[in-house]
């Protein structure tokens, strides 16, 4: 078995891919070639139910169809955008350069043209998503009073009285540093135990008991109820505390 994807040096492993595509049997193919890579697929039909996917799952990068019933992909596009910089490859059945520049333009990372090679738009994702942890990687990441630094392994709290370092063991470090790339995006614990245990500790119980200390870390140094439980489900953590 391979060496496990680590926070330090992030990778595409368990990447949630949202496919927004009204000809189910495009969905299907796309879907089945990117969870042969790996990746964790859902699905949509129309715009309005790829936006609630987009709101809820705060997938990892999107598939979106342009020409979809009701909104189309160019307003659904736009919508996303408002939201955040989510990584948005847009399909078309139509290879005229406006519409490759129009979707471009309106904030699109990359395009491919039907008929296509799923292949093709695997390589895409990869592509898009590398370039993606490339911009993310080793940054400093702020979520609300965290201030996470990935290269030393270092979390501060902004309390009233100051900042507070947190004396994280480096498991819980990966995994709020993991969840701080995505925020407000609930995680399953299976996904953690693969992007942020030990080989050594791969069981959903052994997350628990580090979600645990990590929440009580946190509450003691004045960040309580940013990392939340999501009943069967897994954890999410919020830009807000208190």
């Given at each position: ?56 799952l ?16 160019y ?40 008929p ?74 299976s ?26 870390k ?22 807000t505390?208190?």
């Amino acid at each position: 078995m391979g060496e496990k994807p680590k926070i330090e040096n992030m990778s595409m492993n368990n990447a949630l891919i949202l496919i927004i595509e009204d000809e189910p049997e495009i969905a299907e193919i796309i879907g089945t070639y990117l969870s042969r890579e790996g990746f964790r697929v859902v699905t949509a039909g129309d715009g309005t139910v790829g936006l609630a996917h987009h709101q809820r799952l705060r997938p990892d990068l999107v598939v979106l169809d342009i020409k979809l019933p009701g909104q189309d992909g160019y307003e659904v596009l736009a919508a996303i955008r408002r939201r955040g910089d989510t990584p948005v490859i847009m399909v078309t059945a139509l290879a005229e350069d406006l519409d490759k520049l129009q979707a471009l333009r309106i904030g699109a990372d990359d395009y491919v043209v039907k008929p296509f090679n799923p292949l093709e738009v695997v390589a895409r994702v990869k592509a898009v998503l590398r370039r993606t942890i490339a911009r993310d990687d080793g940054q400093m990441l702020r979520v609300g009073p965290l201030t996470i630094d990935p290269q030393a392994y270092r979390v501060e709290v902004e309390s009233a009285a100051g900042p507070v370092v947190l004396g994280l063991t480096r498991t819980e470090f990966r995994i709020l540093a993991y969840m701080a790339l995505r925020i407000g995006r609930v995680f399953e614990r299976s996904e953690l135990v693969d992007a942020c245990l030990p080989e050594g500790e791969a069981l959903d119980r052994t997350v628990d008991s580090h979600v645990s200390n990590l929440r009580r870390k946190l509450a003691a140094a004045g960040a309580d109820g940013m990392l939340v439980g999501v009943r069967g489900v897994g954890y999410r953590l919020d830009n807000t505390h208190g």
